[in-house]
């Protein structure tokens, strides 16, 4: 089939968008009509040819949400009409690692996915016969994608799928990563630096555990206001003195929890000293750049500090993405105030700069 989909051509360059071809779905795979999307940094990341792993030409987008379309042979799990939240981090539910309680990193198409391809280490996405690459398994700036079934996860009918689509990456990252990967004990003080996307769902997460005091850390006033509306309980403004003022607001032990969600190796600093000595535990959400070293004092470490990181929230997405939509929808997280913009996809570029120039949490494209 012809569709229209955002692709990125050159590094550095704005996305085209553009009619593609998209090939049938094969075993296992899935064709889904999307309705939404949410621009995330680790799409223009790509598009700005930071990231060295990326390629092109790829469609990229990875926070989308629609219907099933189409199923192709031996899909189990998924039926047309089904309605889907896409995910860049599948749940096989068969290999060592979806097997076990402790990770959620499945590894069943890695490899391939890695390389911009389906599981059978071929594309879907096509132009004049040229296959074009599909970028984190999901290529969702575009009316449609072709994707594995377990790379989907079956969310309520009722789900409003403009809102839903950021549970795709952004705000399950940082709901998991206190619900999860940390695993935040109710009556806990907690901490949570860059009130983005991640920060925002991270402090939310607390919230939801029953975390007794969360300080929201940021340096943009208006991105603290979101967070008091997510359950932050003090606000402050991000700086060198911070590890001190949380220090100076716990007798001077430090936080339970703290959560970095800025991808800054200095701020994963200050995550680190000012958990609490003894038992503080350190989650690290945000992706630093290519290169860059987290400096530790192992003194920090000795004296019961721990240290974890997170990706997607340690969320296994079958079965949890519909569990945190549910709790959505049942009043218990304000998704509303994320999305600061709503736009076509030829506006997808301007989607970027909005995102460069930090204008509101997440702009939503609609197909
Ligand atoms: N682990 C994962 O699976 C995963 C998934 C999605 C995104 N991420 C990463 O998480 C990070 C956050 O993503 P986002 O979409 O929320 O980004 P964002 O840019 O919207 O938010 C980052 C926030 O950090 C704040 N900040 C900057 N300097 C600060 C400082 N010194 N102290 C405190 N706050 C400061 C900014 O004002 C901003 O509000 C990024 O690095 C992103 O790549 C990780
Ligand atoms: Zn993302
Ligand atoms: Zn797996």
Known sequence: ?????????????????????????????????????????????????????????????????????????????????????????????ECEHCRSDRTNLCLAIREQQNLGYLPDGTARLSRGGEPIRHFMGTSTFAEYTVMPQIALAKVSPEADLSRACLFACGLSTGLGAAINTAKVQAGSFCVVFGAGMVGLGAVAGCRLQGAERIVCVDMSEERLELAKGQGA????????????????????????????????????????????????????????????????VPRYLITGRRVCGSS???????????????????????????VSHTMGLDQVNDAFDLMERQDGIRSVLRF
């Open 1 to 93: 089939m012809r569709m229209r989909a955002a692709v990125l051509e050159e590094f550095g360059k704005p996305l085209v968008v553009q009619e593609v071809d998209l090939a049938e779905p094969r075993a296992g795979e899935v064709l889904v009509r999307l309705e939404a999307c949410g621009v995330c940094h680790t799409d223009l990341y790509t598009a700005s040819g930071a990231d060295p792993s990326g390629y092109a030409p790829a469609v990229l987008g990875h926070e989308g949400a629609g219907v099933v379309e189409a199923i192709g042979p031996d899909v189990g799990d998924l039926a047309v009409g089904d309605h889907v939240v896409t995910l860049f981090s599948p749940q096989c539910r």
């Open 233 to 296: 309980t003090d606000l402050l403004l991000g700086g060198e003195d911070v590890v001190q003022r949380i220090l100076d607001m716990t007798r001077g032990f430090g936080a339970d929890y703290t959560f970095e969600a800025t991808g800054l190796v200095s701020v994963m600093r200050q995550a680190v000293e000012s958990a609490r000595m003894g038992w503080g535990l350190c989650t690290i959400a945000g992706v630093a750049g290519k290169g860059e070293t987290l400096d530790v």
């Open 312 to 338: 997607f929230g340690g969320v296994k997405g079958r079965d949890q993405v519909p569990v945190l939509v549910e709790r959505w929808l049942a009043g218990d997280i304000d998704v509303e105030p994320f």
